[in-house]
């Protein structure tokens, strides 16, 4: 029983303090499977459903509507109850016609924002990483776990507006000064402001970015925390109607 734990399984006690459940109340809850998100910045689709929602009881409940395909990610239905998910998913409920976007509030708990149907029909994706494949084709790696092959030179840490689940790229948010950021790690998580002055270093130190908020405050993060959404107001709607 111990081993199939380990597995399948996480103490609750170790659970991710994005994760909305009680450590104490019991002492395992389920474990992400391997996927799009690292375990630390997402959570299965099981906790979304029954402890967010809360459209089911308990785990059997959960995993019974999971598993009919009632649940869709970024346009898919997913029915892994330990699928992961994250910044940025995009979860709907056909049946009862309910849109959310996962999003960082300003404790860095990932929470459910509701949107319009317009709204789900996009998700915007951080380029982590790029390389140069065969036919000189650029493979961009995105914050989510997918990669999108693209003949356009986008550069790190740029945001791309994909249309899902077709994966195609509808625009572009470049990382630069003047551009809005939102903060997704560090003691500034969930906070957004106007990107002022970025120092890229040429040593070991990390990168940094200085910004602006919309009262005037000025604060320091690190480049990797910085999650453009648009140049003079977002392309997705924001917790607090900002």
């Not at 734990?5 to 996480?10: E, N, Q, T």
């Not at 969930?190 to 970025?198: S, V, Y």
């Given at each position: 029983m111990a081993k199939m734990?380990?597995?399948?399984?996480?103490k609750r006690y170790k659970a991710p303090e994005n994760w909305p459940i009680h450590p104490k109340e019991y002492k395992w809850t389920v474990k992400t499977s391997p996927g799009s998100h690292a375990l630390d910045k997402s959570m299965p689709l099981l906790i979304v459903v029954r402890d967010i929602l809360k459209i089911a009881d308990?785990?059997?409940?959960?995993?019974?509507?999971?598993?009919?395909?009632?649940?869709?990610v970024d346009g898919r239905p997913r029915k892994d109850y330990k699928f992961p998910v994250g910044f940025m998913d995009i979860i709907e409920i056909p049946k009862s016609g309910k849109v959310y976007r996962i999003l960082p509030d300003e404790k860095g708990r990932l929470i459910l924002h509701p949107i319009s149907s317009e709204n789900k029909e996009f998700k915007?994706?951080?380029?982590?990483?790029?390389?140069?494949?065969?036919?000189?084709?650029?493979?961009l790696n995105l914050h989510d776990g997918r990669n999108c092959l693209t003949e356009d030179d986008y550069k790190t840490a740029d945001v791309l507006k994909l249309k899902v689940p077709e994966q195609e790229i509808q625009d572009h948010i470049k990382f630069e000064n003047g551009s809005l950021g939102l903060i997704t790690g560090g003691k500034h998580i969930?906070?957004?402001?106007?990107?002022?002055?970025?120092t890229i270093t040429k040593s070991s130190m990390p990168n940094t970015v200085v910004i602006e908020t919309a009262n005037g405050k000025t604060f320091q993060t690190l480049k990797d925390y910085v999650f453009v959404l648009g140049k003079e107001k977002p392309l997705i709607t924001l917790p607090g109607g900002k």
């Open positions: 734990g380990s597995r399948k399984h996480l308990n785990a059997r409940e959960a995993k019974i509507i999971i598993n009919k395909g009632d649940i869709l915007l994706c951080r380029i982590e990483d790029k390389t140069t494949i065969k036919g000189a084709k650029i493979q969930g906070e957004r402001g106007n990107i002022k002055e970025i």
